[in-house]
């Protein structure tokens, strides 16, 4: 009879290991989208055009923000996926948004703490420095995908959610 107590004890454990494994979050896929997108902007149609900075620095971000987000549950990839997930739109300016150029580089939905997994975020790649400045156009959909996966700025020099941008230089979590 001792076998029946550490057989109790082991289902015990599967239990709670099976419940553990069921509470875990879900992952989140981000898409990298570069080919441009029609989106609805205050009831209209408008045009975001597709990246231009080309294929080597379109792969250069693609790295970068895969490096970026590496430690979490996070699938970065730039071939639309099936199912739930955030769409980064790579393209355009800030101003066929209503937005100004001189001031944003990129924008995401935000509710505080909350995911929303079939968000779509802009990040403006003809603005600022432009679309060959791969560092930028890595901290820039990072910023925007955290918006969209719960979380705010911070007064954090060199944080990719920093207020302070890159004058710290290059930003990371």
Known sequence: MPHSGAFVLAAGLLTVLTSVADAAPR?????????GRVVDHEGEQVEIPRYGGGDAAWGKVVTCVKAQFAPF??????????????????????SQLGLDDRSTNGVGPYMPGRIQR???VHIFSRVGTGERDTQSLCAVPVDAVSH??????????????????????????
Do not use: W
């Open 27 to 35: 992952p989140v896929t981000v898409f990298l989208e570069r080919n």
């Open 73 to 94: 549950q996070l699938d970065v990839v730039d071939r639309e996926p099936t199912g739930e997930h955030i769409t980064a739109v790579v393209g355009g300016l800030a």
């Open 118 to 120: 079939t968000a779509t």
């Open 148 to 173: 969209a996966l719960g979380l705010d700025q911070v007064f954090r020099c060199g944080d990719v959610m920093s207020y302070y941008g890159d004058r710290c230089g290059a930003r990371k979590f």
